[in-house]
């Protein structure tokens, strides 16, 4: 089963970094506001998908995930922006 790591750019334009194997059903959760989305993404009124990667297994997208989240927000909008010679 795939899965997928996300980064989601808030309106406030805040960076957001999750994992899932099913990545439509997430998005829709976090839209929600309530029950299974994120209580950070619940703060802002809206947000975008801005990238994705996907992985063949939960923990390959678990340590890829826990990776992104240590990066600083500059690092993230290059790896967003495809400006792979600058990280």
């Known amino acids: 089963m795939p899965y997928t790591v996300y980064i989601l750019r808030t309106s406030q334009n805040t960076l957001y970094t999750g994992q899932t194997n099913n990545l439509e059903n997430r998005l829709r959760e976090h839209s ?32 890829r995930e826990w990776q992104l989240k240590k990066w600083t927000k500059a690092k993230k909008e290059k790896l967003i922006s495809g400006d792979l010679k600058k990280l």
Do not use: C, H, I, W
Request: avoid cysteine; glycine fraction near 6%; hydrophobic fraction near 30%.
């Open 32 to 63: 929600d506001k309530k029950g299974n989305g994120s209580k950070y993404l619940r703060a802002f009124p809206s947000f975008t998908l801005v990238y994705k990667e996907v992985y063949s297994s939960r923990k390959e997208a678990m340590q």
